[in-house]
C-alpha cells in the first residue's frame, strides 16, 4: 500500500492522482488508434474522450455525494472536495451519456460510431484507476483465504475493518476485468455489423463483471440500494445490464440508417 509514491518540493505526489491521469492518457491513445482502426476521425476521437473525463468525473461525483447525502447534507463544502470521499464510476456513464451524444450530434459524427470507441476508452481509464485504489487501500475486499489474498498495512481501513486478515484484493479483480472487456471490445469492433454494438457489448460486460466483484467487496462505503441483498453498484448493473442487452438485440436486427459501417455524416 502506498498512497504517496514520492513528494516534489515538499508536495506528496499520490498514487492515485498518477494512474488517474495515466489512465486518462491511455484512454486518448486507444480512441485516436480505434478511430484510425475504424475509418473515424482520430482528432475528434480524442477530443471526445476529454469531454468524457470531464462529464465524467463530475458525473461520478454526483453519484457519490447522492450515495452519501445525509453526510453531504450536513457538509455541504464537502461536495466540492474529492479528497472528502470520491467517485462512484457508475455516476459517469449515466450522466455523460446525454451531453456527449449532443456533442457528437452537433458535429455531425456518428454517435454510435464514436460510442463504439470512447465506452472502450472509459473502461480502460477506470482499470487504471483501480490501481490506484489497491495503493490508497481503498475499494478491499472481503476477507479470504485464497493464496492471492493480501493483508494490508496496520492503521489502513481494510486493517481496521477486518482486524489484519488478508482479504480478497478487489481493485486488482476489476484492473483484469477491465483489460478484459478492452480486449474484446477491440476484437468486436473489427468484426460488429453496425455501430453501436461495441458500446452496448461494453456495458454488457462491465455490468456483468461489476456485479460480481461487488460480492467480494467488503469496504462499507458504496451504499446499499437494497440492504444487505443489492449494493448500488449491482442494482444498477442490473437494470443498465439489461436495458443494454435489449438495445443490442434491438439495432443488430432493426438498425438505424446511421448505425451503418458505410454511413457518412453530412457534411462530412
Same mark, same amino acid.
Given at each position: 500500500?502506498?498512497?504517496? &509514491?514520492?513528494?516534489i518540493?515538499?508536495?506528496?505526489v499520490?498514487?492515485y492522482?498518477?494512474?488517474a491521469?495515466?489512465g486518462?492518457?491511455?484512454?486518448?491513445?486507444y480512441?485516436r488508434?480505434q478511430?484510425r482502426?475504424?475509418?473515424?476521425?482520430?482528432?475528434?476521437?480524442?477530443d471526445? !474522450?476529454f469531454?468524457?473525463?470531464?462529464?465524467g468525473?463530475?458525473?461520478?461525483?454526483i453519484?457519490y455525494v *447522492?450515495?452519501?447525502?445525509p453526510?453531504?447534507?450536513?457538509?455541504l463544502?464537502?461536495?466540492?472536495?474529492?479528497?472528502?470521499?470520491?467517485? /462512484?464510476f457508475?455516476?459517469g456513464?449515466?450522466f455523460? *451519456?446525454i451531453p456527449?451524444?449532443? /456533442?457528437i450530434?452537433?458535429?455531425?459524427l456518428?454517435v454510435?460510431?464514436?460510442?463504439d470507441?470512447?465506452? +472502450?476508452?472509459t473502461? &480502460?481509464g477506470?482499470?487504471?484507476?483501480?490501481l490506484g !485504489?489497491?495503493?490508497?487501500? !481503498?475499494c478491499?475486499?472481503? +476477507?479470504?483465504?485464497?493464496p492471492w489474498a493480501?493483508?494490508? +498495512? $496496520?492503521? @489502513? @481501513?481494510p486493517?481496521?475493518?477486518?482486524?489484519?486478515?488478508?482479504?480478497?484484493p478487489?481493485?486488482?479483480?476489476? %484492473?483484469? *476485468? !477491465?483489460?478484459?472487456? $478492452?480486449?474484446?471490445a /477491440?476484437?468486436?469492433?473489427?468484426?460488429?455489423?453496425v455501430?453501436?454494438?461495441? %458500446?452496448?457489448l461494453?456495458?454488457?460486460?462491465? *455490468?456483468?463483471?461489476?456485479?460480481t466483484?461487488e460480492?467480494?467487496?467488503g469496504?462499507?462505503v458504496?451504499g %446499499?440500494?437494497?440492504?444487505?441483498?443489492?449494493?448500488t453498484?449491482q442494482?444498477i @448493473? &442490473?437494470l443498465?445490464?439489461v436495458?443494454?442487452?435489449?438495445?443490442?438485440l434491438?439495432i443488430?436486427a432493426?438498425?438505424?440508417?446511421?448505425?451503418?459501417?458505410?454511413?457518412?455524416p453530412?457534411?462530412r
Amino acid at each position: 500500500m502506498h498512497p504517496i &509514491l514520492f513528494e516534489i518540493f515538499g508536495r506528496p505526489v499520490h498514487t492515485y492522482g498518477l494512474t488517474a491521469a495515466t489512465g486518462f492518457l491511455l484512454g486518448f491513445f486507444y480512441a485516436r488508434w480505434q478511430a484510425r482502426q475504424t475509418n473515424q476521425d482520430e482528432e475528434q476521437a480524442a477530443d471526445l !474522450c476529454f469531454y468524457a473525463i470531464i462529464f465524467g468525473v463530475l458525473g461520478s461525483r454526483i453519484l457519490y455525494v *447522492a450515495i452519501n447525502w445525509p453526510y453531504f447534507s450536513e457538509h455541504l463544502l464537502d461536495i466540492v472536495r474529492i479528497d472528502k470521499g470520491g467517485l /462512484v464510476f457508475y455516476g459517469g456513464p449515466v450522466f455523460t *451519456a446525454i451531453p456527449l451524444w449532443y /456533442v457528437i450530434w452537433k458535429r455531425k459524427l456518428s454517435v454510435m460510431a464514436y460510442s463504439d470507441i470512447i465506452m +472502450p476508452a472509459t473502461i &480502460l481509464g477506470l482499470g487504471m484507476g483501480r490501481l490506484g !485504489c489497491l495503493a490508497a487501500g !481503498c475499494c478491499y475486499g472481503r +476477507p479470504a483465504t485464497v493464496p492471492w489474498a493480501i493483508t494490508y +498495512p $496496520v492503521g @489502513s @481501513s481494510p486493517d481496521e475493518a477486518y482486524g489484519g486478515l488478508p482479504v480478497h484484493p478487489t481493485p486488482l479483480y476489476e %484492473f483484469a *476485468a !477491465c483489460l478484459f472487456i $478492452v480486449g474484446v471490445a /477491440v476484437w468486436w469492433n473489427q468484426r460488429k455489423k453496425v455501430h453501436g454494438e461495441t %458500446f452496448f457489448l461494453t456495458i454488457i460486460l462491465y *455490468a456483468v463483471l461489476r456485479s460480481t466483484i461487488e460480492f467480494f467487496r467488503g469496504d462499507s462505503v458504496r451504499g %446499499f440500494a437494497i440492504e444487505g441483498v443489492l449494493s448500488t453498484s449491482q442494482l444498477i @448493473s &442490473l437494470l443498465v445490464g439489461v436495458a443494454a442487452v435489449v438495445a443490442w438485440l434491438r439495432i443488430r436486427a432493426h438498425p438505424l440508417p446511421t448505425m451503418s459501417l458505410d454511413y457518412q455524416p453530412p457534411g462530412r
